[in-house]
């Protein structure tokens, strides 16, 4: 148990000083756009929120190549950060400071998270930290960019926290704004949860869709709010090759439905469909499979490592080799954790291949080095002490 805690504190410390080391500095938001990420790239797109204007009728702009395939939700809650009519400019002039807060909440909702869990987390079966390491890949990405992500981060470990304490109809709502701002992998979690019947955490999700959709005709008018939304839904269908250049499906729900009827590039939404069936199929089959009785907590955890695994490999923009690289630590941590139940990763031989994979990473990729420690670190502590190697 001390050792343990001591390892706890040792990751806590390496995280405190690697968030230290690409903290943002110096940010200016008129003169560095790529800095400042998504806030600044979403810039004019508030701007002309403000005046009441259409900001999906400027698909031609370069800062509109994110901004294109928003839900009007999201439009909405960066016109209220742009606007200094609303008092909201304190949020972009100290977006470097806001990045520390969000850090500390985070590290207090681990500390909550990992308290109340510690024995699951520490015992043979301790895949359920897989989820925690994934919320890594937002720390190692973007939060030296001043990208909004972090923010994104910080309300999936409050979902996770709520869940653990059973309050699953908060989570969903927590869950659902989450997605209105810029994720669709919702989409796994909600035919996986109903599956298992936990339709509180669906009414969640649903409810704060129906509730946040009314905000911006609350404050722009209901008349604005529909031009939005009618926008935002006929860009579902693409028109030209010049469109693709501007969608990103990640941004939204609906996003993920977009190249359907893109005729140019029609391996695109196979690649999507593949990812998601696998993903769920994983899921289903562990359901049946492990020799150990999953509770639902643990069925979250289990489903959302699997689902994420299967997006990351089967969408393109990840097959590129900086990206795969960077998950080799990650594909060591989910092997190592199932292989009481997999059977072939008993060999030594095997165990060492990836933790010889793990330490190439290591060395030759610079932004796998924080994930590669975390994962050396705890696998270290499985071969120590575990009873089953």
């Known amino acids: 148990m001390k050792k343990n805690l001591i390892y706890f504190f040792v990751f806590i410390a390496a995280s405190i000083f690697y968030f230290w080391h690409y903290r943002p500095i110096h940010i200016h938001p008129e003169r560095d756009g790529y800095t400042m990420g998504d806030f600044q790239i979403h810039w004019y797109g508030a701007e002309k929120i403000t005046q009441l204007q259409n ?46 807060v969000f850090v ?45 992500d972090i923010f994104i981060l910080l309300l999936f470990l409050g979902v996770l926290f709520l869940f653990l304490h059973r309050q699953k109809f908060l989570s969903g709502v927590v869950l659902g704004i989450a997605l209105l701002i810029k994720t669709h992998m919702i989409l796994y979690f909600c035919i996986y949860f109903l599956y298992k019947r936990e339709f509180k955490f669906i009414l969640g999700i649903i409810l704060s ?25 006929s860009f579902l269908v693409i028109r030209s090759r010049h469109d693709t250049l501007f969608l990103n499906e990640e941004q939204s729900i609906v996003g993920l439905f977009e190249y359907v009827q893109n005729l140019i590039y029609p391996y695109i939404p196979v690649l999507h469909y593949i990812s998601m069936a696998l993903g769920l199929v994983y899921l289903f089959i562990f359901d049946k499979k492990l020799s150990v009785k999953l509770s639902n907590t643990e069925s979250f955890f289990i489903g959302f490592s699997l689902c994420t695994l299967a997006s990351l490999i089967f969408q393109m923009h990840v097959l590129k080799g900086y990206f795969l690289f960077q998950f080799i630590p990650i594909f060591v941590w989910l092997m190592y954790f199932y292989q009481g139940d997999i059977h072939f990763f008993k060999s030594p031989k095997i165990r060492y291949g990836f933790i010889a994979l793990c330490l190439f990473t290591l060395i030759n990729i610079p932004h796998g080095l924080f994930l590669s420690s975390v994962a050396l670190s705890f696998l270290y502590l499985q071969l120590r002490f575990s009873r089953v190697v």
């Open 55 to 100: 900001p999906y009728a400027f698909q031609n702009y370069q800062e509109f190549r994110d901004t294109y395939s928003n839900a009007p939700v999201f439009a909405y809650a960066i016109s209220l950060l742009m606007n200094p009519k609303k008092g909201f400019e304190f949020a972009i002039k100290r977006w470097e400071h806001m990045h520390y």
């Open 104 to 148: 500390i909440l985070i590290f207090v909702l681990l500390y909550f998270i990992l308290k109340k869990n510690y024995p699951m987390f520490c015992s043979r079966k301790i895949f359920y930290l897989i989820p925690l390491l994934f919320t890594l890949k937002f720390f190692n990405r973007t939060l030296h960019n001043g990208q909004i």
């Open 209 to 233: 869709f129906v509730a946040l959709s009314f905000l911006p005709g609350l404050t722009y008018g209901f008349d604005q709010a529909l031009i939005w939304i009618q926008q935002w839904i």
